[in-house]
């Protein structure tokens, strides 16, 4: 993706630096500074230029520090940590073209150094130009290496704030149903012991009317308060009579009470015969007390 | 324990040598409280080395340890930015255990006689210790007396983290002592507990990082395995020792159904607690549901941990072609015998990748060496998650109360009776077990550091940060370690 950097940039003074999809960065005399989380400081050709100005009024990057660049360049906003690292760059950015540059080199220390010897203006400068050209494309390659990067951590970023956001929702939705399951369920259970209240109810009731003996069939002297079990017995044997439709609560309900021994309520030894389902037959004769 | 009578304009460094003064003059009177655990307790030097962030915030839980004459007030100068701190700015929310009157007095505490009058303070941690110590020494009788006045003096998980975590350990005690006295069976959760329990996690992921981040930081260390393959997609089996209620997989069912990673199949295999039937039982439910809707093709099996311990992975069924991920949390570790054969039986089974998420202080607490060493790094773990639960929970106790009743709670009473049960004494810490083994762990993606990032801003709560530790992506509280994941391969 880099491919694309020309090789050689104008020095006219053209603005910005230029992107492989032809896009230029503008550029101003004041500081750019990215918009990421942690603001870096965008070395512009301009900046640069002012740099290597201030540099060489100061008699070349080795003589120069970042302190005395930054009172020369007098540009607001930038750090000695800026410049610090730049200074790096620029001298070995010069290191790298002195190696490569044969003639010019001389020349081009020449231009930064102030023992200058020669006096051939002309290739002092194409030298300089060429010098400074060849330095500008590394640190325009290098400064678009820096931004791609930051875009695409920026992108990275975004795109993980949205996944983020869709995980978080997807987690939040299965609470969500789970929680109402499990509501559900407590309720379920509720009406299953409503249900099992509603029984118990009626049982009584019916413990009430039994144990006043208006059944003219009973044997009241023998009669003993029917049990529970007993009388949900009758209960049952009445529910599927009338042929309710069994609801949950029937089943628990006669499950567990018919695990009491039938004591033959109805004196008579009536044989009632109930709870075929739960496979349990009573026995005919009834024993009371 | 270290009691000072500072000024209230005392800084934080100046504090500390107060603290060594005053700890100095305690320790004089502590003949049974040995030294490291003094020195476990100092908290402020604890504090000191983890390199607060910002020496302005005022550290809540250094609020506990010093006093001033008066005793109300504000200790310190307060953040007033920070949320979630209210405790600290109106003192008339002080709660009359934080009045510690004649705390200036050197011999504050009497230590030596066990009917002390309750001077207030810190006492209750000797005490707990002494309870720790007493379980150590078999001293049971002495322990229930020593617990019985502890009940007086903590009677409800209110006040400050540490008073409440206190409370939870003192419980936790509690039933460590009953339960060794009669047979406790497990019982099954009854569908209002489980409600609870699920509405507390709701809860504690709506305002604190810390679910989320273990849930989808692992989730991230999935797919990040699954990911880097070729063009095909094998199906993935993960293997859950620590399913809890399944939130973890919603996400991570997202992830699959859209990217149509793992060719759209997940399987599942959790290893669970029998007391916990009903919840599996709903966990089977709504994950086979959610995964209908997601349009996945899912399948979920639970083996018993009980099964488990005896069988290991033989307990567990695995398919030729299948990616396995095995998801492990200090849970399990709890439960086996010996880590080594773990992770042997772990390298049979060829796992794609292992990861570990410890939420539970694990790598700090185990291998402290002893009941009462484990059991103080608990109690200052847990003190922490309680202060960031504070700074994390909207105004009221409410939800504090339903997030520790039913999330912290039980995990506070599981560390006791692990720390007490000494029958791991002795192991190799997990990592050790882990690099013995010759696992390798597996840098953790950037996508799951962003995303750890992302997911603080979004809870918006300060004092958590997000920290790279060895191999471990950590969250962090003030510098303390709350959950640390790490992904590992053999």
């Known amino acids: 993706m880099y491919s694309a950097i020309r090789s050689s940039l104008p020095l006219d003074g053209s603005m910005g630096i230029e992107y492989s999809d032809g896009t230029n960065l503008p550029v101003d005399a004041c500081l750019v500074l990215t918009t990421d989380p942690k603001p870096r400081l965008r070395w512009t050709s301009e900046l640069h230029e002012r740099f290597v100005d201030a540099v060489t009024q100061l008699g070349?990057?080795?003589?120069?520090?970042?302190?005395?660049?930054?009172?020369?360049?007098?540009?607001?906003?930038?750090?000695?940590?800026?410049?610090?690292?730049?200074?790096?760059?620029?001298?070995?950015?010069?290191?790298?073209?002195?190696?490569?540059?044969?003639?010019?080199?001389?020349?081009?220390?020449?231009?930064?150094?102030?023992?200058?010897?020669?006096?051939?203006?002309?290739?002092?400068?194409?030298?300089?130009?060429?010098?400074?050209?060849?330095?500008?494309?590394?640190?325009?390659?290098?400064?678009?290496?820096?931004?791609?990067?930051?875009?695409?951590?920026?992108?990275?970023?975004?795109?993980?704030?949205?996944?983020?956001?869709?995980?978080?929702?997807?987690?939040?939705?299965?609470?969500?149903?789970?929680?109402?399951?499990?509501?559900?369920?407590?309720?379920?259970?509720?009406?299953?012991?409503?249900?099992?209240?509603?029984?118990?109810?009626?049982?009584?009731?019916?413990?009430?009317?039994?144990?006043?003996?208006?059944?003219?069939?009973?044997?009241?002297t023998k009669m003993t308060v029917p049990s529970l079990s007993e009388l949900a017995v009758a209960i049952e044997h009445k529910n599927n009579c009338s042929a309710e439709s069994s609801s949950t609560v029937g089943s628990p309900v006669s499950a567990s009470l018919m695990k009491k021994r039938y004591r033959g309520v109805l004196g008579n030894g009536e044989r009632l015969v109930m709870g075929h389902e739960a496979g349990w037959v009573m026995p005919s004769s009834s024993s009371l007390g | 324990m270290k009691v000072q009578a500072s000024s209230p304009q005392d800084n934080q460094p100046s504090n500390t040598t107060n603290n060594t003064n005053s700890t100095d003059n305690t320790t004089n009177q502590l003949p049974s409280m040995d030294e490291h655990v003094m020195r476990s307790m100092d908290w402020d030097s604890i504090m000191k080395e983890l390199e607060l962030d910002d020496d302005s915030t005022p550290n809540p839980l250094k609020t506990e340890f010093t006093t001033t004459e008066s005793a109300i007030g504000p200790l310190y100068a307060v953040d007033s930015n920070l949320p979630g701190f209210p405790d600290q700015i109106q003192p008339s929310d002080f709660d009359s255990s934080d009045v510690y009157p004649g705390q200036n007095q050197t011999s504050g505490y009497a230590f030596n006689s066990l009917d002390s009058v309750d001077n207030g303070g810190f006492d209750f941690i000797e005490d707990l210790i002494r309870v720790v110590d007493c379980v150590e020494s078999d001293e049971l009788q002495l322990a229930q007396v020593i617990l019985s006045r502890l009940n007086q003096r903590l009677r409800s998980p209110t006040g400050r983290p540490l008073q409440r975590a206190a409370f939870y350990f003192k419980e936790a005690l509690g039933s460590l002592l009953t339960g060794s006295n009669r047979n406790q069976t497990r019982l099954l959760s009854s569908w209002t507990e489980i409600v609870q329990k699920i509405r507390a996690v709701k809860e504690f992921s709506g305002i604190s990082p810390i679910p989320l981040f273990s849930h989808f930081t692992a989730n991230q260390a999935i797919l990040d395995s699954l990911s880097s393959q070729q063009s095909s997609s094998p199906f993935v089996h993960v293997v859950d020792f620590d399913i809890g209620f399944g939130g973890q997989y919603a996400s991570l069912m997202r992830e699959i159904a859209e990217k149509s990673i793992s060719s759209g199949f997940l399987r599942v295999t959790a290893v669970v607690a029998e007391e916990c039937a009903v919840e599996t039982r709903l966990v089977k439910e709504n994950l086979t549901q959610f995964a209908a809707e997601m349009k996945i093709r899912f399948q979920i099996e639970f083996v018993l941990a009980k099964t488990f311990e005896m069988l290991s992975f033989k307990a567990i069924r695995f398919v030729d072609g299948e990616r396995t991920v095995v998801l492990i949390s200090p849970a399990i570790f709890r439960r086996l015998s010996g880590i080594g054969d773990f992770v042997n039986n772990l390298r049979r089974v060829s796992p794609k990748v292992v990861i570990f998420v410890d939420g539970e202080g694990w790598t700090e607490i185990a291998g402290a060496g002893s009941f009462r060493r484990e059991f103080v790094a608990a109690l200052e773990f847990y003190t922490m998650v309680l202060e960031s639960l504070d700074a994390a929970a909207p105004p009221g106790d409410l939800v504090k109360k339903i997030v520790e009743a039913f999330v912290l709670r039980p995990k506070i009473a599981a560390a006791v009776e692990t720390a007490a049960d000494r029958r791991n004494a002795g192991e190799m810490t997990w990592r050790e077990a882990f690099c013995g083994a010759g696992m390798r762990s597996i840098q953790l993606s950037q996508f799951a550091v962003f995303q750890a990032e992302c997911l603080l801003e979004k809870a918006q709560v300060r004092g958590f940060h997000v920290a790279k530790r060895q191999e471990e992506l950590v969250l962090c509280w003030h510098g303390r370690a709350l959950v640390a994941t790490s992904a590992w391969r053999f």
């Open chain 1, 60 to 220: 070349g990057p080795d003589k120069a520090t970042p302190k005395t660049i930054m009172r020369t360049m007098g540009v607001k906003g930038l750090t000695l940590y800026h410049l610090k690292s730049h200074l790096q760059k620029f001298r070995q950015g010069r290191q790298s073209c002195k190696e490569s540059t044969e003639n010019s080199k001389d020349v081009s220390c020449v231009a930064e150094s102030q023992d200058t010897g020669s006096s051939s203006t002309s290739s002092l400068r194409l030298a300089a130009q060429e010098q400074n050209e060849s330095y500008q494309v590394t640190e325009a390659l290098r400064a678009q290496m820096e931004v791609q990067r930051r875009l695409h951590e920026q992108l990275e970023y975004a795109q993980v704030q949205r996944r983020l956001q869709l995980r978080i929702e997807a987690q939040g939705k299965y609470l969500q149903s789970i929680l109402e399951k499990a509501c559900k369920a407590i309720e379920d259970q509720a009406v299953a012991f409503a249900g099992l209240d509603a029984a118990r109810e009626e049982l009584s009731e019916l413990a009430i009317k039994v144990s006043s003996g208006c059944q003219g069939t009973f044997d009241t």
